[in-house]
């Protein structure tokens, strides 16, 4: 593997008394497709969190392009190319799908300044949204409310708003879940594209032949440890994996 894109070194989060993450070390290659798996409680969406800056770890280190973003909020991560999308889709309801797109749009093309943008600007903008949303096959939907969207058109909208931000590294929490095989396809043809850009995806996801279709490499969690790290033949042929997921 080349120089990481996203290192994580023995990172430790901490709920009262519940250790959550224990001392867990990850590395992400530029480009690469990463999944994250583990039974319900291992503690994926918590360092997702972390790694996002939706929360702060009690120790270790996180660095993205040898950068250390440990103490950064979650902005200045997006700012530097990190993006996520949520398992459950938190589109603005009153906004069409176009303008839930120029919200990172803007932040992006503005650094995060609170200037207005100008008539160009504006132009540039919905131009680069409607592209997004032809990559996603969403532009007919351009002018919907996003209340109006369906599952699968939440879900790629979702990862519209994702793209917009223009990451290097992209989150992706369970976009698949509750969809139809066939939709999980199409997410699947999605990310893969977004993948042949250059975009390193990890991925956390219960489907396990979503995950390991997808995956170059596969790390799983259990109780909040790293046990287990490997090509997805050989993880799913692993005991230890096996153990985590089905009990002794």
Same mark, same amino acid.
């Given at each position: ?5 996203? +290192? ?14 224990? @001392? ?13 798996? *583990? ?16 929360? &702060? /770890? ?11 973003? %440990? ?23 009153? !906004?069409?799908?176009?303008?839930? $797109? ?10 995060? %300044? ?27 939907? @351009?002018?919907?409310?996003?209340? +109006? $969207?369906?599952?699968?058109?939440? &879900?790629?909208?979702?990862? @519209? ?6 990451? /290097? ?6 976009? !698949?879940?509750?969809?139809?095989? *066939? ?14 850009? *250059?975009? @390193? ?6 489907? !396990? ?16 440890? &790293? ?6 033949? $050989?993880?799913? /042929? ?11």
């Amino acid at each position: 593997m080349s120089a990481p894109l996203l +290192e994580v070194r023995g990172l430790s989060k901490r709920f009262g008394g519940f250790t959550a993450l224990r @001392a867990v070390d990850m590395v992400v290659g530029p480009g690469e497709r990463v999944g994250l798996i *583990g039974p319900n409680g291992s503690g994926k969406t918590t360092l997702i969190n972390c790694i996002s800056g939706a929360l &702060r /770890q009690d120790q270790g280190e996180i660095r993205l392009a040898g950068q250390d973003i %440990s103490r950064l909020p979650a902005h200045r991560r997006t700012r530097l190319g990190i993006a996520r999308s949520f398992q459950i889709p938190r589109p603005f309801h009153s !906004m069409t799908v176009l303008e839930n $797109l120029a919200i990172p749009l803007e932040y992006v093309a503005h650094r995060g %300044s609170h200037r207005t943008s100008t008539e160009h600007e504006a132009r540039e903008i919905r131009d680069e949204g409607m592209h997004i949303l032809e990559q996603m096959n969403l532009q007919t939907k @351009a002018d919907a409310k996003s209340e +109006e $969207l369906t599952q699968i058109e939440l &879900r790629k909208l979702e990862l @519209a708003r994702a793209l917009a931000a223009r990451p /290097q590294l992209l989150l992706a929490d369970e976009a !698949m879940a509750g969809l139809s095989g *066939g939709e999980i396809d199409e997410v699947l043809e999605i990310l893969l594209e977004l993948n042949t850009r *250059g975009i @390193a995806v990890l991925m956390i996801e219960h489907i !396990m032949r979503a995950v390991m279709g997808f995956s170059e490499r596969v790390v799983c969690l259990d109780a909040g440890a &790293r046990i287990a790290e490997g090509t997805p033949e $050989l993880i799913v /042929q692993d005991p230890v994996v096996e153990r985590a997921y089905l009990g002794e």
